[in-house]
């Protein structure tokens, strides 16, 4: 068990691009999380998904947004038409099902949006 | 909505001695999990201690233990022999019904001097 894999961990962007993070969770885990924290904040919550399908979304996660987890397993974050604003660290962390909601969290992808 | 405060953006605690990091949340509701996180320069989150509302007793993991004050809705830290490793970020996060979804204090940036 290697833990929560985040890939990559660094992005350099210009404004305007579209980026792509992709996250590997715990091999079991049947939950996965994104979180968003920026400089000097606690992290925020972005999306769920129990397996497959995606059960929740923040009002934080607008249209340039969108997360998958295709297949139940590895899950992908994609942000269009990338802003300066959207500069942050981007969190993933899975769960198991009955694990009294105990998170395992990546190291996270460090966006920069020049 | 759900708030979680943390009044200490930055403490200090000499090596081997006790340190106490304070945690305040509002809610409403009767059902609620309170963590402790620990951010390393490594960045990623570390669950450190776990809290379900509905227990009276204080939670408690080796060197760290909680003081939860239910009805006052606060929920410190203490770290009992500080440890030069223990110098992190610590996060205060509330859960209520929706799980998975933290709702992540500013945090406290923790020194220990040797």
Known sequence: ?114 | AQTVTQSQPEMSVQEAETVTLSCTYDTSESDYYLFWYKQPPSRQMILVIRQEAYKQQNATENRFSVNFQKAAKSFSLKISDSQLGDAAMYFCAYEGGSQGNLIFGKGTKLSVKP
């Open chain 1, 1 to 114: 068990d290697t833990g929560v894999s985040q890939d990559p961990r660094h992005k350099i962007t210009k404004r305007g691009q579209n980026v792509t993070f992709r996250c590997d969770p715990i091999s079991e885990h049947n939950r996965l999380y994104w979180y968003r924290q920026t400089l000097g904040q606690g992290p925020e919550f972005l999306t769920y998904f129990q397996n497959e399908a995606q059960l929740e979304k923040s009002r934080l996660l607008s249209d340039r947004f969108s997360a998958e987890r295709p297949k139940g397993s590895f899950s992908t974050l994609e942000i269009q038409r990338t802003e300066q604003g959207d500069s942050a660290m981007y969190l993933c962390a899975s769960s198991y099902i009955g694990s009294n909601e105990k998170l395992f969290f990546g190291s996270g992808t460090q966006l920069s949006v020049l």
